[in-house]
């Protein structure tokens, strides 16, 4: 399920509970609106509002987390790829196959992530199977170095290879993380009775209405933003590109 349809079965949902309150209100009986059960049910729901605000402050700060971090792996590996690129040139014209293999890849990856058609749902398991960098590794493990200064750009070049390897397992294994299932629902859960109690001693009118929409709009929101920078390379929200770019620039040149 995409995180914007998460985010409206929240706005429904939650909203759905407000106006159940609303309705709810009518049938209570007198003694149920006295200012102690008002006052009981306030405190109830502060309670719950405050674990609700806690819990989502922590889990968009965590996702937030996930982004910046997929962000830093995307730049780091654009500057690797760079780099091996003119270690490589250095080396001679016997590594022509290997960059042309890295540009190659490169360029596909660019095109599968970020795909001018927004509906386009990448194919990162794609990605997560290609095995370039291995390839790429095995290529400059052929080379037969003449020199010591190629031998000392062959060693240089594996290491390099080798760390890109690890960034990008590491950036493979970030994509696949997801928030628990069981935990979503207990905070939707929270949240709906959170709304029900909003609505149970409001008067029914246009403004309240508004205002528990707009409530109910701002946390699904939140729940948006969770989702999405959760997940960013499968996303609307998405590091940017611009490292790769700057990477294709150089690479084979």
């Known amino acids: 399920m995409s995180p914007l349809t998460i985010a409206f079965l929240t706005f429904v949902g939650i909203f759905g509970c407000a106006l159940f309150g609303l309705f709810l209100s009518k049938f209570l009986p007198e003694h149920h609106l006295s200012d102690e059960s008002k006052e009981t049910v306030r405190l109830a729901a502060g309670l719950v509002a405050t674990m609700v605000a806690i819990v989502l402050g922590m889990l968009v700060s965590s996702a937030k987390g996930s982004f910046d971090e997929m962000n830093n792996g995307i730049t780091q590996m654009g500057a690797k790829i760079i780099q091996l690129d003119q270690v490589l040139a250095h080396y001679g014209p016997e590594t022509k196959e290997a960059r042309d293999k890295m540009r190659t890849s490169l360029i596909l990856t660019v095109k599968t992530i970020w795909s001018e058609d927004a509906t386009t749902h990448p194919d990162l398991d794609s990605i997560a199977r290609s095995t370039t960098t291995a390839d790429v590794m095995m290529m ?23 760390e890109l390897m690890n960034l990008r397992w590491t950036i493979v294994e970030q994509w696949h993380k997801s928030l628990p ?4 629902v207990v905070l939707g859960f929270w949240m709906a009775m959170l709304f029900t109690s909003f609505g149970l001693f409001a008067r029914r009118n246009a403004t309240v209405i508004a205002a528990l929409c707009i409530a109910a709009i701002s ?13 960013p390379l499968s996303g609307m929200i998405k590091p940017s590109p611009a490292p790769f770019y700057k990477a294709l620039e150089f690479i084979g040149k």
């Open 219 to 231: 946390v699904s929101g939140a729940v948006f933003l969770i989702m999405e920078l959760s997940n």
């Open 181 to 184: 299932k069981f935990f979503l």
């Open 140 to 162: 400059i493990r052929k080379l037969d170095p003449q020199t010591d200064t190629q031998r000392q750009i062959k060693a240089q070049a594996l290491q390099i290879d080798g």
